[in-house]
């Protein structure tokens, strides 16, 4: 419920109840998603009353609107990140290095938890990637707080790595 509240204030939190949907639906988890698909009914028809009232007070002399096909790429993703996490005081380069490792960390974790979180750092980050512009990069406090909890498992993913390799 507190998922579907919130597509209600900001429509870029839609990304998790999919994630949500998507999971449900892989599970077989049929009531779930039944839940799920109507949220995002309700929210597909909250929107269009709201595209509807908007559009009866939008004048063709209101200033347009800058788009959201940003096409920023990794190296937006990588600066929203680090702006909105507790990465801010680590240089660019690092965190470029880090998230990548930090995310096969929470992949090398067998653990239902550990897929949404991918999901959701995954599908926020191709969000950013495609749509965000510069001056949006608070999108990304969605989900740079779930980042660093993903460092514990960063040991045990080099461990296997290691061992993988020397058994090769």
Sequence with gaps: ??????????????????????IAACERRWSEMICWVGALAVFAGV??????????????????????????????????????SA???????????????????WMSWSDRLALRVVGLVAGYSLAIALFAR?????????????????LIFVPDLVRDVVSGIRAG
């Design 1 to 22: 419920m507190m998922l579907f509240c919130a597509t209600l204030f900001r429509e870029t939190a839609v990304c998790a109840l999919l994630l949500m949907l998507i």
């Design 47 to 84: 929107m269009t009353a709201h595209w509807f009232a908007v559009s009866s007070v939008v004048r063709p002399d209101d200033m347009p609107s800058p788009g959201w096909i940003a096409l920023g790429g990794w190296p937006l993703v990588i600066s929203a990140i680090q702006s909105t």
């Design 87 to 105: 990465m801010i005081a680590v240089p660019r380069w690092v965190v470029g290095l880090a998230v990548p490792l930090i995310i096969m960390g």
């Design 134 to 150: 510069p001056d949006t990069f608070y999108w990304a406090l969605l989900f740079s707080t779930l980042l660093l909890p993903g």
